[in-house]
C-alpha cells in the first residue's frame, strides 16, 4: 500500500536539500524519505523549489518586509497550490511545516500533520487550540514539547536529523564542524 502524503512549505522559502532553512530542510528529507519508500509525495512550495516529490508551485512577491496585502495575496497563492494538490490527486495526510499553517483551509476528512518547527511561543496559543480532532501536532524536540500550553503537553516530539552521508565525503581539513542551530 502506498499512502500519497502532501507537505505543505512555508511560503517565503524554497524547499530542496540544499535550503538555508530547517523546516525546509526537514521537508526535503521527508520528501526524499517517502518517494525511496513508494510513496507518493506532493509538495506545496514557492518558486525555486526542487523537491523530490511533485512540485506545487507557487510566485512570492520580492522584497525584504511584504506589506500586509502581499502576505494576503501569497496566502491566496498557497490556497491555490493546495486545492490544485487536492484536486488531481487523492490525499492521505496533509503535513503542514510552516508557522502559517491555521491560516489554510483544509479538507476535515484529510488527517492533518503539523510540525512545529519555531519555538512554541511564536505560535499563537488560540491557533493551537482551535483545531478540529484529525490535527495532530508535532514538537521538534523534548524541550520544546515541554514548554507547550498543558493541553498540548501530550503531543509528540521527533528530533530533528542530519544526513551524515553529507559529511562522509569531507577529508581532513583545516575547520570545525559545528551542527546547532542559530536562529
Request: hydrophobic content about 45%; glycine content about 4%.
Amino acid at each position: 500500500m502506498h499512502l500519497t502524503v502532501l507537505s505543505v512549505a512555508f511560503p517565503f522559502a524554497p524547499v530542496s536539500s540544499a535550503a538555508v532553512g530547517g523546516a525546509e530542510q526537514i521537508l526535503s528529507t521527508l520528501d526524499c524519505a517517502l518517494r525511496r519508500a513508494g510513496h507518493v509525495s506532493l509538495v506545496v512550495a514557492c518558486e525555486g523549489s526542487r523537491p523530490a516529490g511533485s512540485l506545487f508551485q507557487f510566485p512570492v512577491p520580492s522584497g525584504e518586509v511584504l506589506a500586509e496585502s502581499d502576505q494576503i495575496w501569497c496566502r491566496n497563492q498557497v490556497q491555490r497550490a493546495i486545492d490544485r494538490a487536492l484536486n488531481s490527486h487523492h490525499v492521505d495526510l496533509i503535513h503542514m511545516h510552516g508557522l502559517d499553517f491555521y491560516e489554510y483551509t483544509l479538507p476535515a476528512e484529510i488527517p492533518v500533520l503539523v510540525t512545529l518547527h519555531l519555538p512554541i511561543a511564536w505560535y499563537p496559543a488560540d491557533k493551537l487550540k482551535r483545531f478540529h480532532k484529525s490535527v495532530y501536532f508535532c514538537c521538534v524536540s523534548e524541550s520544546q514539547r515541554l514548554s507547550c500550553p498543558p493541553e498540548l503537553r501530550n503531543i509528540f516530539a521527533v528530533e530533528n536529523g542530519t544526513h551524515l552521508l553529507h559529511f562522509e565525503e569531507c577529508s581532513k581539513s583545516d575547520f570545525a564542524l559545528v551542527l546547532g542551530r542559530i536562529c
